[in-house]
C-alpha cells in the first residue's frame, strides 16, 4: 500500500528543477571548457569555479 498520494504537479515541477539544474551544471563546464581554450590561467578560471568543477571539465570528452 503506498502511504503518500501521488501529485502530478509536484512531480512535474520536481523534473523541471532537476533538469534545469543538469543544464546549469552543464553550462558550467561548457564555460570553463571554453576557458580551458582560450589559455585562461588555472588560478583564474578557480576564482569563479570550485577544483571540482575545473576537474569535472577537464574530464568531460564531449568536445
Known sequence: MILTEYNEEQHIKN?????YDDGFNDGKIEAIKNMIKLN??????????????????????RN
Not at 15 to 19: A, D, L, Q, R, V
Open 40 to 61: 585562461v590561467p588555472k588560478d583564474k578560471i578557480l576564482e569563479c569555479y570550485s577544483e571540482a568543477e575545473y576537474n569535472a571539465a577537464i574530464k568531460d570528452d
Open 15 to 19: 523534473e523541471k528543477n532537476i533538469s
